[in-house]
């Protein structure tokens, strides 16, 4: 399944908005919750290491490693 999936920039408390398919997911707080919300969303088989490295993912101010403002 290729859907576009946008993680947004990092808020003050850390937290990251996940959208995928034009639909906001939750926040996430680091890499695993995005995976957890990627599964839910239908991708079952996403792992940490997918979010980490698949190009479905459009990083907008900052990549994985970027939990900060």
């Known amino acids: 399944m290729a859907i576009p999936i946008i993680v947004y920039p990092p808020d003050e408390g850390g937290a990251r ?3 995928a398919d034009g639909t906001i997911l939750g926040l ?6 995005i995976a957890a919300l990627l599964q ?3 991708l079952q ?8 490295r698949t190009e479905m ?5 900052g990549g994985p490693e970027v939990w900060t403002r």
Do not use: K, L, P
């Open 40 to 42: 839910t969303a239908g």
């Open 57 to 61: 993912i459009e990083w907008r101010g």
């Open 17 to 19: 908005h996940v959208r």
């Open 45 to 52: 088989d996403f792992n940490e290491m997918d979010v980490v």
């Open 28 to 33: 996430a707080y680091s890499v695993r919750d």
